[in-house]
């Protein structure tokens, strides 16, 4: 973690309100639309979600940058620049993965320091209360839906999983 995001996590760490994430519990997600798949098959699905490499958050990105030219828009004070689109690795190995597991998440506010300059500290905490509200889950679902659809298939393989799982548990064992 550099010197800035430090400075950012002391900053926020007393706020209540400060919640930049947005969460999609597939496990519930799978329950409500594929009631039919067993526990297993639901963590096996959502295992698949977490170890796709070439799972798709564009759509989530690019809505994200919608919000924020909308409010941008709103607000003569936000200077946008042209920026990269690259993403770091999360390090979430503070969270309890027990409660997280099934959970695939976007660290909205980091998202947007990485991508956009210009806002103040201030403007922040709207931003993100905004995007959450107006997001659109849609895109997500989608990528589910054709992971649910490939599994049912028999597209993969549970010893792959199983292997794959293993090296997950390496890895963040580390």
């Not at 920026?83 to 997280?100: G, K, R, Y």
Request: net charge negative; glycine share 2%.
């Amino acid at each position: 973690m550099g010197a800035a995001a430090e400075r950012r996590a002391l900053l926020l760490e007393a706020d209540d309100t400060y919640d930049p994430f947005l969460t999609i519990d597939v496990n519930e997600y799978l329950i409500k639309e594929f009631p039919t798949l067993s526990a297993k098959q639901r963590q096996s699905v959502w295992h698949l979600c977490q170890n796709d490499e070439d799972f798709d958050y564009d759509p989530i990105h690019d809505q994200i940058d919608d919000w924020v030219f909308e409010y941008a828009e709103s607000d003569p004070n936000v200077v946008l620049e042209n920026s990269s689109h690259t993403a770091e690795e999360e390090d979430d190995d503070d969270q309890n993965e027990d409660d997280l597991d099934s959970l695939v998440f976007v660290d909205v506010e980091e998202y947007l320091q990485e991508n956009f300059d210009g806002f103040e500290e201030d403007e922040i905490p709207y931003l993100l209360e905004l995007i959450t509200y107006k997001f659109d889950y849609s895109s997500v679902y989608i990528q589910i839906d054709r992971i649910v659809s490939n599994y049912n298939d028999g597209q993969y393989d549970d010893e792959e999983l199983e292997d794959e799982s293993e090296v997950s548990d390496e890895t963040t064992s580390s």
